[in-house]
């Protein structure tokens, strides 16, 4: 019993590999021909996208499936006409007829490179017939050849043919074709005595709209239309070209006594049209517009372009334009613009962007960024700060800079001596004696030392950050300066206060009449009155 089973299932798995060779086989005709048929929106694939059609047109009259190589979207069968739904993107489908060999159909090699949403093609599919009944056709001359139903069956006499209704052709150059429509019910159908004339070249007369398309007759240019010339009698392939119009191709039938034919060309090229506002900017086919533009004429493509204003966000867009569409964009960019307040110091230098401000900068616009500041003032190490500024977003920053300092410390011989720092930006320090000048700030200062009887001293000093600058300063003594008593000054003149310190101008006198006049100065509590105009006091003139 087991034994008998494997055999069962050996014969299963091997009549079929018999019986394939006996398989009639099916066949794509020509390309693939894109239509504008349009797919309704319902029929979507997994991934929500609008299915891409295949439609086989047959003339196999048996029972058919499809298996796209991905997925099948959806399946509707017609006499003659099968309408296979496939995802986007899909590659191959294979077709399965009963009675036939299954038929690998690979998109690429039809004309189909690449399958788009929404896209539907035609294709030509068919295969051998059944050949139970034969036909004789003996011609004169005998080497004529034999056409049925568009196809050379040969120069013989004898051929296997399918039951139905077909139509011979018997054609040789240089002859008139003989044309028979009949039924093969019979076994056997005969055509004899079939003697052909010697051909007479027809007039043909091609005319388009518009006019000046090239005409090609069996591949032969045949003329510009209008055209009126004479060509052989029998069915040819006629092709009519015009640039940036579609193409026309079909078969003609030349026949006496005069072939005329009118064709209306359709216009391919596509109006496009992009609005957008005034300060906008659409960057198309390597050009720019500013505000759009208007019916802009274009082949059929997939265009590729994008819209800038500034401080508004981008719009990018990709569309592919049909034949002779016309195509309006009204597209407007969103305003995303943000606001930046930076509050700083007033003599601080505020930098970001290339541009430069001073002390503050107030409800400034900007667009959306990743934003660099560095904010400087003098004796004050440079802040660097960088913000991300978000869409119609509105930041208040600030940055205060704190002023590097340092000390100088001054001792002087005599220890009396008048000491003033001068900085470079125009401060002045001062003290009678030693002194240490804290929290200064850093920078360059002139630092002068003077005492009576004393020459002066002056020196350029530097001073660093969180330095402790030590400075000893001993002033070298006048020669032969001496110290006289019981002279007489003039405090007539209001005494300048500068500083804390008090100026006073004095005069001396030797017996009533004036030697000479010093100016002289003393810390100063902004309290002190001058009482009497003379006084008597101790000083030290120089003896000549």
């Avoid at 394939?20 to 239509?35: H, P």
């Avoid at 240089?174 to 005595?193: E, L, P, S, V």
């Avoid at 069915?235 to 209306?264: D, H, S």
Wanted: glycine fraction near 6%; hydrophobic fraction near 35%.
């Amino acid at each position: 019993m087991k034994r008998t089973i494997t055999i069962v299932l050996l014969l299963m798995l091997i009549l079929p590999l018999i019986c394939q060779d006996k398989l009639m086989e099916m066949k794509i005709v020509g390309k693939a021909k894109k239509t504008s048929e349009i797919i309704p929106a319902s029929i979507k694939d997994v991934n929500n996208r609008k299915a891409a059609c295949i439609i086989f047109l047959t003339d196999l009259e048996v029972e058919m499936e499809f298996k796209p190589n991905v997925e099948l979207v959806k399946y509707i069968a017609k006499p003659g006409r099968h309408e296979v739904y496939v995802q986007p993107n899909e590659r191959m489908i294979e077709v399965y007829a009963l009675g036939y060999k299954p038929l690998d159909v690979v998109l690429y090699s039809y004309g189909i490179p690449y399958l788009d949403e929404g896209d539907v093609y035609h294709l030509e599919l068919t295969g051998d017939k059944k050949k139970d009944f034969s036909l004789v056709v003996i011609s004169n001359p005998a080497d004529a050849e034999k056409w049925l139903d568009g196809e050379l069956l040969g120069t013989g006499e004898s051929f296997n043919i399918t039951k139905g209704e077909h139509t011979l052709e018997v054609k040789k150059k240089g002859y008139t074709t003989i044309r028979k429509n009949f039924t093969a019910n019979d076994q056997i159908t005969t055509f004899r005595d079939m003697k052909m004339l010697p051909a007479l070249e027809i007039p043909v007369d091609i005319d388009s709209e518009p006019q000046g398309a090239i005409v090609y007759i069996d591949n032969v240019r045949f003329g510009v239309t209008p055209v009126v010339n004479f060509f052989d009698e029998g069915t040819f392939p006629i092709r009519i070209e015009m640039e940036n119009y579609e193409t026309i191709e079909e078969q003609l039938i030349i026949k006496e006594p005069e072939t005329k034919k009118q064709y209306k060309l359709n216009d391919i090229r596509c109006k496009l049209t992009i609005r957008t506002s005034p300060n906008a900017v659409v960057y198309f086919d390597n050009k720019n517009y500013p505000g759009g533009f208007e019916n802009l004429t274009l082949l059929p493509q997939t265009i590729n372009f994008r819209i800038e204003e500034k401080y508004c966000k981008t719009i990018s867009e990709s569309y592919e334009l049909k034949n002779g569409e016309a195509k309006i964009f009204e597209l407007y960019p969103e305003d995303i613009s943000a606001y930046i307040t930076i509050i700083s110091t007033e003599d601080a230098t505020i930098k970001f962007n290339g541009e430069t401000f001073r002390g503050k900068v107030e409800n400034y616009r900007i667009e959306p960024q990743v934003l660099s500041i560095v904010v400087e003032k003098p004796k004050s190490k440079p802040v660097e700060r960088s913000i991300a500024i978000k869409p119609n977003a509105i930041e208040v920053i600030e940055i205060k800079l704190e002023t590097e300092r340092g000390t100088i410390r001054v001792t002087t011989i005599p220890t009396d001596g008048f000491i003033e720092l001068l900085s470079d930006t125009g401060e002045k320090y001062s003290s009678i004696g030693r002194n240490d000048f804290t929290n200064l700030p850093i920078g360059n200062y002139l630092l002068s030392v003077s005492a009576e009887g004393y020459n002066d001293y002056r020196e350029n000093i530097k001073l660093n950050i969180d330095e402790v600058l030590v400075k000893k300063v001993k002033l070298d003594m006048i020669p032969g300066y001496e110290k006289k008593n019981n002279v007489k000054t003039d405090l007539s003149k209001k005494p300048k206060s500068e500083k804390g310190h008090l100026a006073r101008n004095w005069y001396w006198y030797a017996g009533g009449v004036a030697v000479g006049a010093a100016t002289s100065y003393f810390l100063f509590s902004g309290k002190e009155e001058v009482k009497s105009n003379t006084t008597t006091v101790n000083i030290t003139i120089p003896i000549p």
